[in-house]
């Protein structure tokens, strides 16, 4: 079972602020569990929960699918 883990972290911390892990297979009917905080930076950098629903069907190589930092903070998207 494939795993998408989204980590936010704050400049200057090295340990996440927020992170949440959920079921590849289940992101479309588990994304009201996903903090707010993330679906909101997601929904300002343009991703929607529903193309990362759609990785679930696809084969993707496991590891860092996308970083985005700006001065602020960083979120890391990634499959396990």
């Known amino acids: 079972m494939e795993i998408l ?16 892990t959920t079921p590849l297979n289940v992101i479309e009917h588990g994304k009201k569990l996903i903090p707010t905080k993330i679906k909101a930076i997601l929904e300002r950098e343009g991703i929607k929960i529903s193309q990362l629903a759609e990785l679930a069907e696809k084969k993707i190589p496991k590891g ?6 700006n001065d602020k903070e960083k979120i890391v998207i990634s499959v396990g």
Request: glycine residues 4%; negative net charge.
């Open 5 to 20: 883990k989204i980590e936010l972290f704050v400049h200057g911390i090295t340990k996440p602020e927020t992170s949440t």
């Open 64 to 69: 860092k699918l996308i970083e985005i930092e």
